[in-house]
């Protein structure tokens, strides 16, 4: 029997949908390797590979057999698809045209080498970042540059406002995932895109807010509030929506600050200060994606004395050492 690769769903499944791996037609007990490969937008290659062996019946479904080693073990029915690292240094895996797939390879290999065993069974699968029916709707109203993702059929349906980190720029792809579930999402820029500003040290609350209205006042935009969800950056600026803006029903927070840092953030006739950063308080650590960590400095009074100390909480900030943090750590 000639060995098969199975993918359920069969073609093409939604990138946040899980997808069922089996292999049929093997040898009993045969040990086999399993790779994937992706290539993204610009040509960089992510591959993982896991060992098994197959069953007494010449099968392997991965949601009931662990795998042996390679990029991960144990029983990890996506690994192959989580695991995937770039063979580029520090290169993040990241959708900028939403509406194409990534086009995952499938290779399944004699043996436990991947990279010398025989080629027994290749499957390719489009892992979609739009569901069947969502609509891509471009936003450029008033100030707002945006992009609306709505769901199938007329609605009305909850609305989110999606935001990011530093990098700026408009990523679509969290907000045309969460369209497929039923949402209303406006993915919204604030700063490195179109002709908005081309830095953060300065922001208005007032943007956002025009952001809010403008979903609310959407005839498929279910009120009387919209939801937040923000990372890092947009984390925090998710937080200060929700403290001093109306319409707002619900806020996510993704590894972001409770307190405003990097830009000043200004609302009528209120501002925030960005809290500063100290160059000897940041701490790098280089991994397989490349990750930074950045230690802010303490507003005075901030956080009570402990009987247990970290750096955090007892560092003492120096004079003249605060600085930019997009010019220490980089775009």
Request: proline share 8%.
């Amino acid at each position: 029997m000639v060995p098969t690769v199975s993918l359920e769903p069969t073609g093409h499944s939604c990138w946040d949908e899980p997808l069922s791996i089996a292999v049929r037609g093997l040898a009993p007990e045969q040990p086999v390797t399993l790779r994937t490969a992706l290539r993204d937008e610009k040509g960089a290659l992510f591959r993982a590979h896991a060992r098994y062996r197959a069953d007494s019946h010449g099968e392997l479904d991965l949601a009931r057999t662990p795998a042996l080693g390679g990029s991960f073990s144990g029983l990890e029915p996506m690994g192959l698809l989580w695991a995937m690292e770039p063979d580029r240094p520090f290169w993040r895996l990241i959708k900028r045209d939403v509406q194409t797939p990534f086009v995952v390879e499938l290779e399944v290999l004699d043996g436990h080498e991947p990279d010398g065993g025989r080629l027994l069974a290749r499957a390719v699968h489009e892992r979609h970042f739009m569901a069947p029916g969502v609509r891509r709707v471009p936003v450029r109203e008033g100030r707002v540059r945006a992009t609306l993702f709505l769901p199938p059929g007329t609605g009305p349906f909850p609305g989110i406002i999606d935001l990011f980190g530093v990098g700026g720029g408009l990523l679509e792809y969290r907000a045309s995932l969460l369209a497929g579930k039923g949402f209303a999402v406006m993915a919204l820029a604030y700063y490195k895109y179109d002709d908005l500003p081309k830095v953060i040290d300065i922001l208005h609350l007032e943007y956002f807010e025009e952001a809010v209205t403008y979903l609310l006042s959407h005839p498929q935009v279910k009120g009387p509030g919209v939801g937040l969800l923000g990372i890092s950056k947009g984390a925090e600026l998710s937080l200060s929506m929700a403290s001093f803006l109306k319409g707002i029903t619900a806020a996510v927070v993704i590894n972001g600050a409770t307190v405003n840092v990097i830009s000043t953030l200004y609302y009528k006739e209120e501002s925030l200060p960005g809290l500063g950063m100290h160059l000897e308080r940041i701490k790098v650590r280089t991994t397989t994606t490349g990750r930074a960590s950045s230690m802010p400095e303490r507003p005075p009074n901030a956080c009570r004395r402990t009987g247990r100390r970290s750096p955090r909480l007892s560092a003492t900030p120096k004079q003249d050492t605060t600085l930019n943090p997009l010019t220490s750590l980089g775009p």
